[in-house]
């Protein structure tokens, strides 16, 4: 039943993970600011991918309710912990030294002020599940997942742009922006329990979630049989 909550997740956008490639041309007062922010980021970007595997981790058929519900709801709770130490941690930074630099700065902490609230209503949305009823349950979980989607989906036009560029450049150097691997838990074919590299996954993403949106609309009456 949590299948098609996992394959969301793994769809997710977060912070400095799509970025790519190295470059020299940054100058020192860019590369200074990316350090500085990635110096912060690294430890927020570990806690996302440690939730996304404990929930990737109760994805079997068998799974309670309650204990899936107990998993999603501290994930949800350290996720939006996460950003919004992620938003902090770009305030802090101040503006990257470039054209428009305060502009993108104050846009990308709006955007990962916003994600920290809306994962927090999730976990309020999983909290009020009723665990007690399979298939409601089940059905709860669905309109979870397709909430995680519009998360994922919407609203990172401002990261994107603060991870293009001369300041992108910069940060995908720092070893504290680079997408970390979840420290607890069995690690993911695709390595997508990290919230994913991109906000749009690629094809055989796509495939994967399809597939895990089948099984789950398949749980209700399977349990109930």
Avoid: R
């Avoid at 990316?34 to 430890?43: F, I, L, M, S």
């Avoid at 994107?160 to 607890?184: D, F, H, N, R």
């Avoid at 949106?213 to 398949?218: G, I, L, N, T, Y």
């Amino acid at each position: 039943m949590n299948k098609k909550l996992a394959a969301a997740l793994s769809g997710g956008a977060v912070l400095v993970l799509t970025l790519s490639g190295c470059s020299d041309d940054s100058d020192d007062k860019v590369n200074d600011w990316a350090k500085k922010v990635c110096d912060q980021v690294q430890p927020q970007l570990q806690k996302i991918a440690d939730a996304n595997a404990s929930i990737q981790q109760q994805t079997a058929d068998n799974s309670k309710p309650a204990d899936v519900q107990k998993t999603d709801s501290a994930a949800f709770q350290k996720i939006s912990e996460a950003y919004k130490s992620l938003g902090a941690a770009v305030d802090s930074a101040g503006p990257p030294p470039v054209e428009d630099g305060e502009t993108t700065q104050k846009e990308a902490v709006k955007e990962l002020n916003a994600s920290s609230k809306a994962y927090a209503g999730l976990k309020t949305e999983v909290d009020a599940l009723d665990t007690k009823d399979q298939a409601k349950f089940a059905d709860g979980l669905k309109g979870i997942a397709d909430e995680l989607n519009k998360i994922s989906n919407t609203g990172d036009q401002a990261l994107k742009k603060l991870q293009s560029g001369e300041v992108g450049a910069a940060m995908s150097k720092q070893k504290g922006c680079q997408k970390p691997t979840a420290s607890t838990g069995p690690a993911s074919p695709s390595g997508s329990e990290a919230s994913g590299a991109d906000a749009s996954p690629d094809a055989a993403e796509d495939a994967k979630q399809e597939t895990a949106e089948k099984e789950a609309e398949k749980e209700p009456a399977e349990k109930k049989s």
